[in-house]
Nanobody, 117 residues
Framework: QVQLVESGGGLVQAGGSLRLSCATS????????MGWYRQVPGKQRELVAH???????NYADSLKGRFTISRDNAKNTVYLQMNSLKPEDTAVYYC???????????WGQGTQVTVSS
């Protein structure tokens, strides 16, 4: 029943930008740390960024400065603004909701981001 609805993925040229969105229920969103992860074939899923219910953010060191995570509590939506995209950013991007107190985590289905040269 708990679903994370993602949108915004697609194909973009190197140097371009995309904004990913992930929406869930208000009950879940209000108490969750929201995050974005990405994965390529043969590699582990890696953290891109996350943002706590209080608005504190954390980024993968290699991505800090190009990617920005934010949340709109009125819309129960978390965003990932991706700028200056590189071909190595190509991956499936996953939205995550972590209910820290409840010790439960939920994942979106993933959305493909492809960056061409």
């Amino acid at each position: 029943q708990v679903q994370l609805v993602e949108s915004g993925g697609g194909l973009v040229q190197a140097g371009g930008s995309l904004r990913l969105s992930c929406a869930t229920s208000g009950t879940i969103f209000s108490i969750s740390t929201m995050g974005w992860y990405r994965q390529v074939p043969g590699k582990q899923r890696e953290l891109v960024a996350h943002i706590s219910s209080g608005g504190n953010t954390n980024y993968a060191d290699s991505l800090k400065g190009r990617f920005t995570i934010s949340r709109d509590n009125a819309k129960n939506t978390v965003y990932l603004q991706m700028n200056s995209l590189k071909p190595e950013d190509t991956a499936v991007y996953y939205c995550n909701a972590d209910l820290v107190v409840a010790r439960k985590s939920f994942w979106g289905q993933g959305t493909q981001v492809t960056v061409s040269s």
